[in-house]
Nanobody, 124 residues
Framework: QGLPVESGGGSVQAGGSLRLSCAWS????????MAWYRQASGKEREFVSV???????TYADSVKGRFTISRDNANNTVYLQMDSLEPEDTAMYYC??????????????????WGQGTQVTVSS
């Protein structure tokens, strides 16, 4: 139990904005880096952004300056604010828990778990 659940997807016009969220449940001692990936129809899944427990973030070049990742550790939630959306951003967006560097896996923590995805469609 406690798999990530994404929400906030939808259809917008080019230049518009969406805010995705991903929430999960579990033991309070579990620490994760949280990542967003996306997969367009018929294409390979690709990395979008990742944030560690201290708030340090990394972005794919394709979304730098347009997307912002953040997290609320108290509520086990990570967000992806997407601005200046382009048709090329159309994809299913997935949230994933990741094992932080130099952290020993702990029992009952669900590392490398994927959510079911939320669809984002951007039209011209």
């Amino acid at each position: 139990q406690g798999l990530p659940v994404e929400s906030g997807g939808g259809s917008v016009q080019a230049g518009g904005s969406l805010r995705l969220s991903c929430a999960w449940s579990g033991h309070t001692y579990c620490t994760y880096d949280m990542a967003w990936y996306r997969q367009a129809s018929g294409k390979e899944r690709e990395f979008v952004s990742v944030i560690d427990s201290d708030g340090s973030a990394t972005y794919a070049d394709s979304v730098k300056g347009r997307f912002t990742i953040s997290r609320d550790n108290a509520n086990n939630t990570v967000y992806l604010q997407m601005d200046s959306l382009e048709p090329e951003d159309t994809a299913m967006y997935y949230c994933k828990t990741e094992l932080p560097r130099a952290v020993v896996p702990a029992i009952h923590c669900f590392y490398n778990s994927w959510g079911q995805g939320t669809q984002v469609t951007v039209s011209s």
